[in-house]
């Protein structure tokens, strides 16, 4: 996405501003937001968000979504409605210009280290604890058998029940149809309407770690499931 690197040189003096206070942060997320409605507008992609139930302002989320494309980040900012913290990868810290983002406000983890992974989650934590929603891609990276999920991690699950914060499965049905899986800022897109299913928050309250693998699997079939209904539609 080519206007990917032309918009963000355009709104980066204003994202520099924004991230450098902390109690800016708000404001550099509405910034993202509306950058990132631009971002779609341009290629043509338009989007069309189905919420299972209402969200919470006053309540503090684990979202976890499927990973097909870099589009996921993108609209992200548009079908999650309140403030939130991303859980990115490691080579992010390498993007020229758009590891800004990365620098405080959202969390980096380096997924082939079991330390660097759990420094991340303790980071993660930290941000739930005051009081801020966390997005992650339990599949650790793009899966390159889309619409096919790739095996989830533990990671997001653990963190919904340490913390005993509802968790949010996310569907997004066809992005990897509308942005290629090619190297950061490398795949080319096409218009067309990006399907999200915002689906209804599964509580943790009184789970343990003996119940992870059974959250994780919950969360794994919602999502499967979604995207096999609408795959079968179109097949």
Known sequence: MFNFGITLIIFYPIFALLLSRKEWFPKAFIGMKIWARVILYIPGIR???????????????????????????????????????????????????FNIFFKEMNILVDRKSKIGSHRALEEAAKKI??????????????????????????????????????????????????????????GLSRPGLALVEVHRPISTKGLTLDDLLTLKAQVENVIENSLNKHHQKTN
């Open 47 to 97: 989007f069309k968000v189905h919420y299972e139930s209402k969200l919470s302002p006053n309540k503090t989320y684990v979202y976890v979504s499927n990973h097909s494309s870099y589009l996921d980040i993108v609209l992200s900012y548009c079908a999650i409605p309140f403030y939130f913290v991303f859980m990115g990868k490691q080579e992010l810290r390498k993007a020229p210009l």
């Open 129 to 186: 604890d005051e009081g801020h929603s966390v997005v992650l891609f339990p599949e650790g990276t793009i899966s390159r058998e889309a619409p096919k999920l790739r095996a989830f991690k533990n990671g997001a699950f653990k963190l919904a029940i340490d913390k005993q914060v509802p968790i949010v499965p996310i569907s997004f049905i066809n992005n990897w149809k509308l942005l290629q899986d090619r190297p950061f800022l490398q």
